[in-house]
């Protein structure tokens, strides 16, 4: 249907371009037409005023003819004769002239309307295509809209699809990746329940160590007692207060050494802990 609308409003359209053709033409030959008018009615107005010229030497040339009757000269009247009759053809065939130069005129004229009433017709045709073509136009532009319709619901429908489609591998991904977050959150929860372990070992260990510093403090205050003491004690039993004292120095040495040993155990455990911290963080 569209393609029968969009013939037929092309064959509209060459109408009208035909018809446009042939009312230049019509208005070309009417400009023609009333050219060759004027230039016939100046002639027949040179025409008319040679004959009341003419006529004007003809009403002379009577009177002049009259007073030859009177002329004893026999040849005056003829003479006067010639001339009356001269000036009558000369009048009579510029009346006949006239009258052609008239006639065609007439002619002119009537040609003039008839080429009025083409031009008028083609402008009557010329209104009959235009609604026509409106019409037409109004066909062809309501089934354009409708076969656009069509074809963007068909693109809609396509792009749904696509979109449908997209959403579908969406989903699926976002599943993959759901299950590989969960995945990860329960490594990140295990390493964070890892690292509050190692703290509090560590917290443990340095309370140990502190400790540990604390007896040694109480060690070296010990060590000066002692030694004041043995001072003390010097004078009353050299020998005696010098064993004891070596048995009690040996006996705070090996205890130092002890906690020396330990303190060094706790400050390697307190490193390897640091260090097992920063590898976590």
Same mark, same amino acid.
């Given at each position: 249907?569209?393609?029968?609308?969009?013939?037929?409003?092309?064959?509209?359209?060459?109408?009208?371009?035909?018809?446009?053709?042939?009312?230049?033409?019509?208005?070309?030959?009417?400009?023609?037409?009333?050219?060759?008018?004027?230039?016939?009615?100046?002639?027949?107005?040179?025409?008319?005023?040679?004959?009341?010229?003419?006529?004007?030497?003809?009403?002379?040339?009577?009177?002049?003819?009259?007073?030859?009757?009177?002329?004893?000269?026999?040849?005056?009247?003829?003479?006067?004769?010639?001339?009356?009759?001269?000036?009558?053809?000369?009048?009579?065939?510029?009346?006949?002239?006239?009258?052609?130069?008239?006639?065609?005129?007439?002619?002119?004229?009537?040609?003039?309307?008839?080429?009025?009433?083409? *031009? !008028?017709? =083609?402008? $009557? @045709?010329?209104? +009959? /295509?235009?609604?026509?073509?409106?019409?037409?136009?109004?066909?062809? &532009?309501?089934?354009?809209?409708?076969?656009?319709?069509?074809?963007?619901?068909?693109?809609?429908?396509?792009?749904?699809?696509?979109?449908?489609?997209?959403?579908?591998?969406?989903?699926?991904?976002?599943?993959?990746?759901?299950?590989?977050?969960?995945?990860?959150?329960?490594?990140?929860?295990?390493?964070?329940?890892?690292?509050?372990?190692?703290?509090?070992?560590?917290?443990?260990?340095?309370?140990?160590?502190?400790?540990?510093?604390?007896?040694?403090?109480?060690?070296?205050? *010990? !060590?000066? =007692?002692? $030694? @004041?003491?043995? +001072? /003390?004690?010097?004078?009353?039993?050299?020998?005696?207060?010098?064993? &004891?004292?070596?048995?009690?120095?040996?006996?705070?040495?090996?205890?130092?050494?002890?906690?020396?040993?330990?303190?060094?155990?706790?400050?390697?455990?307190?490193?390897?802990?640091?260090?097992?911290?920063?590898?976590?963080?």
């Amino acid at each position: 249907e569209h393609g029968v609308l969009a013939d037929v409003l092309e064959d509209i359209k060459a109408r009208q371009r035909a018809d446009a053709q042939e009312a230049k033409a019509i208005r070309a030959e009417r400009d023609s037409l009333k050219a060759q008018f004027n230039t016939l009615k100046g002639e027949a107005q040179a025409l008319k005023a040679q004959a009341l010229s003419v006529q004007a030497q003809i009403a002379k040339a009577q009177t002049h003819l009259s007073d030859t009757h009177t002329d004893p000269d026999p040849g005056a009247h003829a003479e006067a004769q010639a001339e009356l009759d001269r000036l009558c053809g000369e009048r009579d065939a510029l009346t006949t002239e006239h009258a052609a130069k008239v006639s065609a005129q007439r002619q002119l004229k009537a040609d003039i309307r008839q080429n009025a009433d083409r *031009l !008028q017709a =083609l402008k $009557a @045709r010329g209104e +009959t /295509l235009l609604e026509n073509d409106a019409a037409y136009t109004h066909k062809v &532009e309501r089934e354009e809209r409708e076969r656009v319709r069509r074809e963007e619901a068909k693109d809609m429908s396509a792009r749904r699809s696509a979109m449908r489609h997209r959403a579908e591998q969406h989903l699926e991904a976002t599943t993959v990746t759901l299950a590989d977050y969960t995945q990860v959150q329960t490594a990140v929860l295990s390493c964070q329940a890892e690292v509050r372990a190692l703290l509090e070992r560590d917290n443990r260990l340095r309370a140990e160590a502190a400790r540990l510093r604390g007896r040694l403090t109480g060690l070296a205050e *010990l !060590q000066g =007692l002692l $030694a @004041r003491e043995a +001072t /003390l004690r010097h004078d009353a039993s050299m020998a005696q207060a010098q064993t &004891e004292t070596a048995h009690r120095i040996q006996a705070h040495k090996d205890c130092t050494s002890h906690i020396v040993q330990e303190t060094q155990v706790v400050t390697e455990m307190s490193s390897r802990l640091e260090l097992q911290l920063t590898l976590n963080t």
